[in-house]
């Protein structure tokens, strides 16, 4: 069962939702769907969101220490852990992303994957950029993506 508050930030109402054992779910809040969520409060969502708004002060620079759930295939769960890797103020391309893996030619799969992410920010997909510089692809939307780069020093 997940459980999910929706909380204001300064992105918008972003939703996080948890299971039994970590945030699965850090998004919008209009982007993801709750059927079959409880809506609730839980010790986890509270100190994630506290976590969050101190991230989007700039009062911190990683959200790395939450316990995290990701639900995906192996696969996605690879690229993600690598996503944990790019630092706070930098970006990557997607051909990184595959190489880093160990799979070079992959770079349109590792992109279906980070596409798949849905702990936006604790799994940083907002820091992987196109091979040539550009802002494309993120869950959040490509302005807040600038704003998170932004936030970072990365743009």
Same mark, same amino acid.
């Given at each position: ?98 190489? &880093? @893996?160990?799979?070079? !030619?992959?770079?349109? $799969?590792? #992109?279906?994957? /980070? =596409?798949?992410?849905?702990? %936006?920010? &604790? @799994?940083?997909?907002? !820091?992987?950029?196109? $091979?040539? #510089?550009?802002? /494309? =692809?993120?869950?959040?939307? %490509? ?13």
């Amino acid at each position: 069962m997940l459980t999910y508050h929706i909380y204001d930030t300064s992105l918008g109402k972003m939703l996080i939702a948890a299971d039994q054992w970590g945030i699965v779910h850090l998004h919008p809040a209009d982007a993801i769907d709750t059927e079959g969520m409880e809506r609730g409060e839980t010790p986890l969502l509270r100190l994630a969101a506290q976590k969050l708004k101190a991230y989007l002060k700039g009062e911190r620079d990683t959200l790395s220490d939450l316990p995290l759930s990701p639900r995906g295939t192996a696969f996605q769960k690879q690229v993600w852990e690598v996503l944990r890797t790019v630092p706070y103020g930098e970006t990557r391309s997607y051909a990184w992303l595959a190489q &880093a @893996i160990g799979k070079p !030619r992959a770079a349109r $799969a590792v #992109g279906g994957a /980070v =596409g798949k992410n849905t702990i %936006l920010l &604790a @799994i940083p997909c907002h !820091r992987i950029i196109g $091979a040539d #510089g550009s802002l /494309v =692809g993120f869950g959040g939307g %490509l302005e807040m993506k600038k704003a998170l780069l932004q936030l970072e020093g990365a743009l």
